[in-house]
């Protein structure tokens, strides 16, 4: 691990300002993604900038009738909150289907959005990674890759976003708040938050230099069943080969997402229409520009089937 300075901020916008002002500089929450690349010197940060200190770990209703997650709301408390569980149970299922209980604890919900991806070859400094160091090659393209993506790729990266948590959040229509340098705010559709890779993979969302989560917003609940189906190697400590998180009304209409086959979580609203006539219609809308691999191929009939188990569980 490399050298680095650090400091304790004080405020949101005093906390963005110190991370736009500075090259080379980062925030730290939780630590649990951000730590083990510095270890790697995957990242190499000059200088952290601690936000534990401000009050952005609370829980509170909306004006509307929805939730609002501060950004350093633990994983373990947000999965155990009274409301998330009655009204978003998604959320909660998503998230204990995640990492482990101790990484659960520490993990925050912006650190959540902003993990990278668990590509190996992105994580062996010795292999050519575009989103590592751009320009240089991506292994995986011809390399191994059934545990990487299929749909949102492109000639320059097929690395998904490993994350359960935001799968979930995008089904739920969720919205990011930020404060940027300057003090001004804005909201973002968690629909529009992480990128696709195009030319450049090295930028996984669209947030600006120094721009600062500081909560994520679900709309009032909208009642149907919720779920959470993920399909692993393992039965725990493992990314989703690929998950499906589920908001189902009794008439099987609803809201769908897919995890473990893009660079972001994978859903349309064409797909979600198309619900009610069941699981293969929706995923033939969601990977008609399908790109996998040999290796990966098999992850469209597995997500197919991930959503009928779901769909199956919804009408019983």
Not at 265 to 281: F, N, R, T, Y
Request: proline share 5%; glycine share 8%.
């Amino acid at each position: 691990m490399k050298s680095f300075t650090y400091e304790r901020a004080t405020s949101p916008a005093a906390a963005a300002s110190a991370v736009a002002s500075r090259p080379g500089a980062k925030f730290i929450a939780g630590g649990t993604n951000l730590l083990d690349l510095m270890k790697l010197e995957i990242e190499t940060p000059t200088h952290l900038v601690d936000v534990n200190g401000l009050a952005l770990d609370t829980i509170e209703d909306t004006a509307d009738g929805g939730l609002r997650i501060g950004a350093l709301v633990r994983n373990t408390d947000l999965a155990a909150h009274p409301r998330v569980r009655r009204d978003y149970a998604a959320l909660t299922r998503a998230i204990v289907a995640g990492a482990s209980g101790q990484l659960r604890n520490r993990a925050t919900t912006a650190g959540n959005l902003l993990q990278r991806t668990r590509c190996p070859y992105f994580y062996d400094t010795n292999m050519p990674c575009n989103k590592r160091a751009a320009g240089s090659g991506c292994s995986a393209i011809g390399g191994y890759s059934r545990q990487l993506g299929i749909v949102g790729v492109s000639d320059s990266c097929i690395a998904t976003y490993p994350g359960d948590m935001a799968v979930a959040m995008r089904a739920l229509k969720a919205t990011v708040e930020t404060v940027r340098a300057d003090g001004a705010t804005r909201q973002i559709a968690l629909a529009d938050f992480h990128r696709l890779p195009g030319d450049d993979p090295t930028r996984d969302n669209v947030l600006e230099r120094g721009e600062l989560i500081t909560a994520v917003t679900l709309p009032a609940p909208v009642g149907g069943r919720h779920f959470y189906q993920k399909v692993r190697d393992r039965a725990s400590y493992a990314y989703a080969l690929v998950s499906v998180a589920a908001v189902v009304q009794p008439d099987g209409s609803g809201t769908i997402a897919v995890g473990g086959v893009a660079p972001r979580p994978w859903a349309m609203a064409e797909a979600d229409a198309a619900l009610p006539k069941g699981s293969q219609a929706a995923t033939a809308i969601l990977f008609a520009d399908a790109r996998p691999t040999e290796e990966n191929r098999f992850k469209i009939a597995l997500a197919e089937r991930a959503l009928a188990s779901v769909l199956s569980q919804a009408r019983s």
